[in-house]
């Protein structure tokens, strides 16, 4: 089975600093990959994903991943942070017909 | 579209009873999945659909039956819950895994 792990379950970043969120993936095929964003009490908004196309991907909301098949990364960046990116995001690999999800990453950002 | 409806929203359950939780795609998506969300476990799938007809199990199935009897529609069922089952349930949907999914905003149940 394929699987995510993401490093670090909470982020705390100043307002305009980068936000650097880390996923390490397991995969034996080459992988789908994905970022979802859930902000509170609402369910999951796909942010990007990588699909065996451009190795750097680019999202909605300024967010950005760079997929690395050597170091079996996929780590999501945006340059600034804004207020409104305060939200728990989740990676995700692709595994048989589902998505295996990473156990998330609460990002905080202070003003 | 309204893209995915889960309904309801937010259920509380004595300890025993049953329900069955509703999810509806407006988008004619084959794959259908229902997960549950804890703290800290992130996202678990319970079962997943990939067509009519046809429904298959994650890695949390126990307690929960599902059904697909039509495409837009994925059915979730509890027959006797129990206080281990209170969490946020999410239903997703989509194309084939290349596109990803599209979820819905959750069902939040409580057994007491």
């Known amino acids: 089975a394929q699987s995510v792990t993401q490093l670090g379950s909470h982020v705390s970043v100043s307002e305009g600093a980068l936000v650097l969120l880390r996923c390490n993936y397991s995969?034996?095929?080459?992988?789908?990959l994905f970022w979802y964003v859930q902000y509170p009490n609402q369910g999951l908004q796909l942010l990007l994903k990588?699909?065996?196309?451009?190795?750097l991907v680019k999202g909605i909301n300024g967010f950005e991943a760079e997929f690395k098949k050597s170091e079996t990364s996929f780590h999501l960046t945006k340059p600034s942070a804004h207020m409104s990116d305060a939200a728990e995001y989740f990676c995700?690999?692709?595994?048989?017909?589902?998505?295996?999800f990473g156990a998330g990453t609460t990002v905080t950002v202070r003003a | 579209n309204a893209g995915v409806t889960q309904t309801p929203k937010f259920r509380v359950l004595k300890t025993g009873q049953s329900m069955t939780l509703l999810c509806a795609q407006d988008m004619n998506h084959e794959y259908m999945y229902w997960y549950r969300q804890d703290p800290g476990m992130g996202l678990r799938l319970i079962h997943y659909?990939?067509?009519?007809?046809?429904?298959a199990k994650g890695e949390v199935p126990d307690g929960y039956n599902v059904s697909r009897l039509k495409k837009q529609n994925f059915l979730l069922g509890l027959e006797s819950a129990a206080p281990s089952q209170t969490s946020v349930y999410f239903c997703?949907?989509?194309?084939?895994?290349?596109?990803?999914?599209?979820f819905g905003s959750g069902t939040r149940l409580t057994v007491v």
């Open positions: 659909s990939v067509g009519e007809g046809t429904t």
């Open positions: 995700a690999v692709s595994d048989d017909y589902k998505l295996s």
């Open positions: 995969s034996s095929v080459p992988p789908y």
């Open positions: 990588y699909t065996s196309a451009a190795t």
């Open positions: 997703a949907s989509g194309l084939g895994l290349q596109s990803g999914y599209t």
